[in-house]
């Protein structure tokens, strides 16, 4: 990494073993942070994560270990011993950020380091529920954000992906960069919590800031909008058409001229009503047509359409591509490809993800000579407290 990096020079110590932890801890790798992941002599849990395809052989980390920890190094060390969290203590005494589960390692590496910015990324943060454990459905469900997916009058719908954890992690990311500079001012660190449960509530405002605003709350409506989502011939696409002139659109992207001064439709109020039979002639169409030629047509018209991309689309599209949406990393003497950071900076060297995930363990030995502890390294290893 360059060393004019934004964040080079800063020491991190990733003790978290979730996904918004390590997402968090990425993001520091990613624009210059030195961070090491401090992994339980088994390797962390998301190394083990569930394939998404029966494919992938059991001695391969998972995809989402290695997406979420490109950029850094690996330790193995059983920290809750004695003998390791006097090797954690020694390093957290040189380090200058500590990304965790816990609030109470946090406090006790705190009381060493004086300086040290320490982040627990729990799920429920201190409170009645503090020590409970959740999962992505559970904090979409206590959020309130279930409550908005989905079509009326079916059940509320769970949302894939780990879109609370993510939230999580860009939310430590943001708070441990506030408290660093407030390091800077008073010469002091500070505990810092993030909870799971909080940073997704908080993109909630239809239901949560709604409701104390003015008593009412948002749920999920017969349209919430004049939108449709048709398959074509070789994928999905997405319409909006709650302007006045985009049924215009609509009838010349999809072919409709005999429906384009159609009373059912022309008027905004109109077509709210009669929407669903819009549906079903735009449906007809669509099902002829591949995306490519809907979302061609659309930007003819300034129609608001777009495909619903999958894998091999996102893979090949042309913007993110130019963008540096994917970068390579080294790893050994080959490369694979990496989602980029989401960031773009103008006076630091725009971030690059320089090596893949690391292998369990792989800085164990100059982890310990970095704090003068390299001669513990075997009694270490036949006590059980490292790989």
């Not at 020694?90 to 965790?100: E, R």
């Not at 660190?189 to 940073?199: M, P």
């Not at 292998?359 to 003068?372: K, M």
Request: aromatic residues 8%.
């Amino acid at each position: 990494m360059a060393q004019d990096s934004a964040l080079a020079g800063l020491r991190v110590l990733d003790l978290s073993d979730n996904v918004g932890g390590q997402y968090c801890a990425r993001t520091l790798a990613d624009f210059g942070a030195d961070v090491l992941l401090i992994e339980g002599v088994d390797g962390s849990p998301v190394r083990r994560a569930a394939a998404w395809t029966a494919a992938r052989p059991p001695a391969v980390d998972a995809m989402l270990f290695r997406h979420l920890n490109t950029g850094k190094q690996s330790m193995t060390l059983d920290w809750r011993s004695p003998e390791g969290m006097a090797v954690l203590t020694a390093l957290a005494a040189d380090s200058d950020v500590v990304v965790a589960g816990e609030q109470a390692v946090c406090r006790a590496l705190m009381a060493v380091n004086p300086r040290l910015v320490a982040c627990a990324i729990t799920d429920f943060g201190a409170g009645p529920h503090e020590g409970w454990t959740g999962t992505e459905m559970i904090f979409q469900a206590l959020s309130g954000v279930m409550l908005l997916n989905g079509e009326y009058p079916k059940p509320p719908l769970y949302g894939l992906g780990a879109r609370a954890q993510y939230s999580a992690g860009i939310t430590a990311y943001g708070a441990i960069l506030a408290a660093l500079l407030w390091r800077e001012q008073s010469g002091r660190g500070q505990f810092v919590e993030t909870a799971v449960l909080d940073s997704v509530a908080v993109m909630n405002a239809m239901v949560s800031a709604r409701y104390f605003y003015n008593g009412t709350f948002q749920a999920r409506l017969p349209r919430s909008g004049l939108v449709g989502l048709f398959r074509c011939s070789d994928g999905w696409v997405v319409v909006y058409a709650a302007r006045p002139n985009d049924w215009a659109g609509c009838c010349a992207v999809f072919e409709l001229p005999e429906h384009a001064q159609d009373p059912r439709f022309v008027d905004l109020a109109d077509r709210l009503k009669h929407w669903p039979e819009a549906l079903e002639l735009i449906g007809a169409q669509a099902a002829t047509m591949t995306c490519d030629e809907v979302t061609a047509a659309g930007r003819q018209c300034k129609l608001p359409v777009s495909r619903v991309m999958d894998g091999p689309a996102l893979w090949a599209d042309k913007h993110l591509n130019v963008r540096g949406f994917w970068q390579r990393a080294r790893s050994g003497d080959a490369s694979h490809p990496v989602i980029a950071p989401a960031f773009r900076m103008s006076a630091t060297p725009r971030a690059e993800v320089v090596t893949t995930a690391p292998g369990l363990g792989e800085e164990d030995r100059q982890a310990l000579g970095s704090v003068g502890l390299s001669d513990q390294h075997q009694t270490l290893q036949a006590n059980g407290v490292m790989r």
